[in-house]
């Protein structure tokens, strides 16, 4: 994140190569996460939107995410994850982790909607949190794809796929899917209903500022598996309960550094370190 980073394009091939190797072990078996979730080498044409996120986005920057949900082929697959006829998943252009992932529904009565009035709709609010645990574990499988050769708790797990022989059942190693939030803003910053499906480290030079931060360390960040919400459930009203005005408290730890984000973010990349070698 400083320094001598390597280039985009240097990451962009080292990460297919790790992801190769790690899809094709001993064994000869494929791993379909790492597949879908590896890095792409970057296309040179993105179709008719090469940049959504610019102004001329019909309605605005806030509108940017309508083009993946209208034209989600038109865009490679270094940003667009899958899509089908209900929902389109996409990378986060600016991500607030390490791993950012957006879940977009399709249903035209309810994108344009805020997330609590679109999800108080029992069948559509059971088809999105279905989407959700699936682009959860492939969230999961890209965790362990990236971390897991540095993680205690993977350990007897990597071994026995470094096996001469690897076992047919593999032992469960680390659970990455309680490394994975997935949940909407109370305020969204986008026109177009979307799903985060996030790690939970916060280590991203993406995250500059308090309200990025607070976004996603408060209740101002609504688990999908809260909803349906009460009526008069707190979180309908986040600027009244001033989430995004809280100190910065870490996500890990709890400690409070008060408005100081940049002994925030010292401590955020000493936290990541941690986290991933658990």
């Known amino acids: 994140m400083a320094g001598d980073a390597p280039s985009l394009e240097d990451q962009t091939a080292a990460a297919a190569t790790v992801a190769s190797e790690s899809q094709t072990g001993k064994s000869g078996k494929r791993d379909a996460f790492a597949e879908l979730l590896a890095p792409k080498p970057k296309q040179a044409k993105h179709g008719p939107f090469k940049d959504p996120s610019n102004k001329r986005a019909i309605g605005g920057p806030r509108d940017a995410l309508g083009a993946y949900i209208a034209s989600p082929e038109s865009f490679p697959s270094s940003i667009v994850v899958y899509h089908n006829d209900d929902f389109v998943a996409i990378h986060d252009l600016f991500p607030k982790s390490t791993l950012h992932l957006l ?8 994108t344009r909607l805020h997330p609590f009035e679109a999800l108080e709709d029992l069948e559509f609010l059971g088809k999105v949190k279905e989407e959700t645990k699936k682009l959860r574990s492939l969230a999961a499988a890209e965790l362990r794809r990236r971390y897991g050769k540095d993680s205690a708790q993977d350990k007897k797990r990597q071994e026995a796929l470094n096996a001469d022989d690897p076992p047919d059942t593999l032992p469960p190693g680390r659970n990455w899917e309680q490394e994975i939030m997935c949940g909407i ?3 969204p910053s986008m026109n177009h209903l979307h799903v985060h499906v996030i790690s939970v480290d916060r280590y991203s030079d993406r995250l500059k500022h308090k309200k990025h931060y607070n976004s996603f360390s408060t209740p101002f960040f609504v688990p999908i598996d809260d909803f349906p919400l009460a009526q008069d459930d707190v979180r309908r009203h986040p600027t009244r309960e001033g989430y995004l005005r ?13 408005n100081k984000f940049s002994e ?11 986290w991933k070698r658990l």
């Open 103 to 110: 879940l977009l529904p399709r249903d035209a009565s309810k």
């Open 185 to 187: 803003h109370a305020h």
């Open 246 to 258: 809280r100190d910065y408290i870490c996500w890990r730890c709890g400690k409070d550094f008060g």
């Open 264 to 274: 925030l973010k010292v401590h955020l990349e000493k936290e990541f370190d941690d």
